[in-house]
């Protein structure tokens, strides 16, 4: 019996294919690929450009992008709001379309996201050799500058041939929503291939469900983690992402209530628990709060769930630091789950959580125990009201910058930063009212994933008020996306903080001995540092000139009804607002590794290696 075909292009088949693809998770369907983002060149515009004018808007919307990085990073908002359980994709051109795909792609996988690329590559056939962009390598020949996304990809292939398609195309939607294996994956197209005919088998197009499972833990290494639990005098539980992308809240909580176990967040799981919730203790290791990192240090068992364990978690180890403490990892992945010697439960954390509950019926943490981190967290409130606290003639400080939007957004408004100082702040102070209120992006900390990203954020969910919080420092290295959320009609707010200068990383450079070299925006002194008077920018006027509404504030009062208006506006809004440079955030709680020159000259450099020494000597492995 011959097998019906269907006769199209390469790149119109992979589209057709994408559309039909989708997930499921507890009876719940999502399209897998719900839309494409593009910028076209001569390696897609008459392939993947083509297949998805002819294909249509309904059936693959597209995006039209003006950064790839950006791209990649709006498409990473995106499928994080969702749960990881829908992504876009994102096809460039060859050459350096392709390789401004490798940060967003390393962003993408280090926290674990999904996001399908499709760059463009040199001719297959080798008819037109070496063609504009093309890189040649004097010995590998099927060497092309997108083999620079291969350590940054969960999965790679180039597609060499139009059969060649049907077998990879499936592997990438397997890896892409397999919440174990997912993050960037990539499809390079020759773009001869791109456009080649083939008869396709049409059940190649058929809608297939790709199931997320909640694969329940183990019942031996549940007995394992139970017998750890109970034996435990101070145990502690550190939310992870994992739990945001399991929705694992409700079950986290129902844990906490019953056993009363505090719980600790990293970047990617605060809000795991809401901020009032009585045993949530704010964030953890070298941004976190006082009472957490407190907690930390003398906790006897750590349970992880869904968390990566970095080095601002564990404050490069030195912060669990009971002699005997061990570890409880939950997590869907393996390569998570057996992080610090720990016992493992590699489940979903969701169906994990539940298993934990029930097997822990009857038990609860000592009374005096509970008493203790609960008086911790209240004095660290009065922590976080004094650094929200503000005059209201008086120019802001970044924390009473955060204040002010503390005071002026709802439960379900999105939160987003990456890189510079807020991070710290924000773990430390911010209030988070709902599971996805807080969307820090710290695994790879990128500068300029915010604003792209509040895109991906409003076109997973539309109608919820977005606030991309960034420094001019991040400002000026991806503003472009201005464009897009003009263009789309999409009421991103963008805070943009001048501070004139990098201010997290030359904090850091004057505690490593650096003293603060090049991380000012300032015109250069007579002795030819960079410490004469700021540079005359004007990043506001920048932001209107790409079509956004712009805020200027001066004062906390000014900034308060900026933030007002913005909430209340339908277009894509700008609050820009000068800060006093005077510190208001609280000091680290907690120790992080950046090594220190081990021999120098200026004074600044030893004192700061003397310290470094001193802070080293608490590091430990945990075996």
Known sequence: MSQLTRRL??????????????TERDGVRHRLIAGTWGIFGHGNVAGIG?????????????????NEQSMVHAAVGYARQLNRLSAHAVTTSIGPGATNLVTGAALATINRLPVLLLPGDYFATRTADPLLQQLEHPVSADVSVNDTLRPVSRYFDRITRP????????????????????GAVTLALPQDVQAEAFDWPEEFFADRVWPVRRTAPDPAELAEAVRAVRAAERPLIVAGGGVHHSEAEAALAALVDATGIPVASTQAGKGSLRHDHPADLGGIGHTGTAV???????????IGVGTRHTDFTTASSTLFAHPGVRFVNLNVAAFDAHKLAARTLVADARAGLEALTAALAGHRVDPAYEAEYRAGKERWEGVVDGAFRADDDAVPTQTQVLGALDAVVGDDDVVINAAGSLPGDLHKLWRARSPRQYHLEYGYSCMGYEIPAGIGVQLAAPGT?????????????????????????????????????YASIGSLSEQTGGERFATAYRYRAADGTFTGDPLPVDLAANAASLGMDVLRAKTVRELREALGTARASTRPTCVYVETDPTPTSPAAQAWWDVPVAATATREAAVAARDAYDRQAAARRRHL
């Open 292 to 302: 957490c990192d407190d907690i930390a240090r003398t906790a006897d068992l750590v």
């Open 465 to 501: 008020p977005v606030w991309s919080l960034v420094g001019d420092g991040t400002y000026l290295m991806l503003p472009t996306e201005i464009v897009t959320a003009v263009q789309e009609g999409l009421p991103v707010n963008v805070v943009l903080i001048q501070n004139h200068g």
């Open 9 to 22: 292009t390469v790149a119109q088949a992979l589209v057709r294919f994408l559309s039909a693809q989708y």
């Open 163 to 182: 059969e060649a398609l049907i077998a990879s195309a499936l592997h990438a939607m397997r890896v892409l929503a397999d919440p174990a294996e997912t």
């Open 50 to 66: 083509q297949a998805l004018l002819e294909t249509g808007e309904a059936t693959m919307p597209f995006h039209q992008g003006r």
